[in-house]
């Protein structure tokens, strides 16, 4: 898994520095005033906890959500938490790096968070609605990463939102309905 991200990451890196940009961090060109080094992690952070609420939102009210939330327990199995946070973590910085540090300024939102989208399709139709989730949240990540004109936001939000719901399908068992 940390060869597939890592891979993610080094094809961002490429393409960015094939096309000139040295520096895959900022998405945006110009000086940071040192204050929105911090401001882009926190929102990051907000959005991400604000993402999460909704999924534990979502399989409470639904029976989709509680069915993915299964499917996915069994896909995942058992994982420790120190795998969890590898997992969020190379997954974040991956996937971030190649989508919105090499992908947003060449391609745009839309395609951007279309093929975001794609690489989040799983074994079966009963998956579509973590797809669909990957393509709101492709374009969430893309105008938080124009917005604030750096990769730390979508990468502290993606972060958050891996770690916490792998954290918590990995340790509650849902009741058959």
Do not use: K, Q
């Amino acid at each position: 898994m940390l060869a597939a991200y890592g891979g993610l990451a080094a094809i961002g890196v490429g393409l960015a520095a094939a096309r000139g940009d040295h520096n895959i961090y900022l998405v945006t060109a110009g000086g940071r005033a040192w204050w929105r080094l911090l401001v882009s992690p926190a929102a990051g952070l907000a959005v991400g906890l604000v993402v999460v609420l909704a999924t534990r939102w979502c399989t409470v009210s639904f029976d989709w959500a509680r069915r993915l939330h299964r499917d996915f327990r069994g896909i995942l199995g058992e994982l420790s938490e120190r795998e969890i946070f590898v997992i969020a973590v190379a997954s974040a910085i991956g996937e971030e790096v190649l989508f919105r540090g090499a992908l947003l300024p060449m391609l745009g939102m839309l395609w951007s968070s279309v093929i975001f989208a794609l690489l989040h399709i799983g074994p079966g139709w009963r998956f579509l609605p973590w797809t669909a989730s990957a393509l709101v949240m492709g374009f969430v990540f893309a105008g938080m990463a124009r917005l604030t004109g750096d990769l730390g936001g979508v990468v502290v939000a993606h972060f958050t939102i891996n770690f916490m719901n792998l954290g918590h399908i990995v340790r509650n068992e849902l009741p058959v309905d």
